[in-house]
T-cell receptor, first 114, second 115 residues
């Protein structure tokens, strides 16, 4: 069964600094991978997804993630943090099968320091 | 478009009461799912459905029932509420029968407290 591990429940960076949120997955078959963002008191919104093809995936709001099969990782990055990026971020994994489940990580709360 | 609509937004129950959380989507999505969100635990899958008449268990199904009589609706039933079921519940849907390679559309959540 697939699983997701997000390293670091809380990450704090300065405005303008690099954002790096870590996600490692476990899957017995090639995975589908997603990053979602959740703002306070809201549901989740898709940032980006990897299904097949190019391993560097660009998403909304300047975020991108790279699928590294050898490292079973799908880390999320943004070159320059903005105050509006403060939110909780979730990595999710699923597998192509007859009735697949989509499993989420425990989340990383991103804080931005002025 | 309404997207995924969850009702109610807030609910307080007493231990042992039953209730149904409603979820409806107007996007003709085949895949629907229910999650609960608890601090430090992310979203945990309760039940999911790949189409009308088909449901299956997720990671934490105990204490919850679901049914999928139509494509649009996917209600979640708590048969006998327990304090451990205090949580925020999210319903989500995505296109495709397997749904696994498509982004999920989330409702705004139902905040449930069990006293």
């Amino acid at each position: 069964a697939q699983s997701v591990t997000q390293l670091g429940s809380h990450v704090s960076v300065s405005e303008g600094a690099l954002v790096l949120l870590r996600c490692n997955y476990s899957s017995s078959v090639p995975p589908y991978l997603f990053w979602y963002v959740q703002y306070p008191n809201q549901g989740l919104q898709l940032l980006l997804k990897y299904t097949t093809g190019a391993t560097l995936v660009k998403g909304i709001n300047g975020f991108e993630a790279e699928f590294k099969k050898s490292e079973t990782s799908f880390h999320l990055t943004k070159p320059s943090a903005h105050m509006s990026d403060a939110a909780e971020y979730f990595c999710a994994v699923s597998e192509y099968s007859s009735a697949s489940k989509i499993i989420f990580g425990s989340g990383t709360r991103l804080s931005i320091r002025p | 478009n309404a997207g995924v609509t969850q009702t109610p937004k807030f609910q307080v129950l007493k231990t042992g009461q039953s209730m149904t959380l409603q979820c409806a989507q107007d996007m003709n999505h085949e895949y629907m799912s229910w999650y609960r969100q608890d601090p430090g635990m992310g979203l945990r899958l309760i039940h999911y459905s790949v189409g009308a008449g088909i449901t299956d268990q997720g990671e934490v199904p105990n204490g919850y029932n679901v049914s999928r009589s139509t494509t649009e609706d996917f209600p979640l039933r708590l048969l006998s509420a327990a304090p451990s079921q205090t949580s925020v519940y999210f319903c989500a849907s995505s296109s495709g029968a397997r749904g696994s390679n498509q982004p999920q559309h989330f409702g705004d959540g139902t905040r449930l407290s069990i006293l």
